[in-house]
């Protein structure tokens, strides 16, 4: 677990938007730090393809980017029919 002070002097904050810079692709949020021997500061990324999928990186892998404006047709088509994201299943439908 990274220090207050390496948390203090890092980067990016929780919330920022980054991406990976070179191979594989990942763009998301900050949602979270770590540390190891070799990495005194790293960040967790949750996708914002992919909600809730998170995958660590150190900071040189990561550079910040603009947000892009996501649009997802099928949330305005759930809206539009009243209907739950979720298929229905609200946490009122659960004992």
């Known amino acids: 677990m990274p220090s207050e002070k390496e948390v ?10 980054v ?10 949020r900050v949602c979270g730090y770590y540390s190891t021997s070799n990495t005194p500061i ?7 393809y992919d909600p809730g999928a998170v995958q660590i990186w150190p900071e040189a892998a ?6 892009p404006n996501i649009h997802y047709p099928r949330d305005e088509i759930i809206a539009q029919r ?3 994201p979720n298929g ?8």
């Open 82 to 84: 009243g209907e739950a």
């Open 19 to 28: 991406e990976k810079k070179f191979g594989s692709s990942w763009r998301g």
């Open 42 to 48: 790293g960040y967790a990324v949750e996708s914002i």
């Open 8 to 17: 203090g002097a890092a980067r990016w904050r929780i919330g920022t938007y």
């Open 88 to 95: 229905g299943a609200g946490p009122d439908q659960f004992p």
């Open 62 to 67: 990561l550079e910040r980017k603009e947000e």
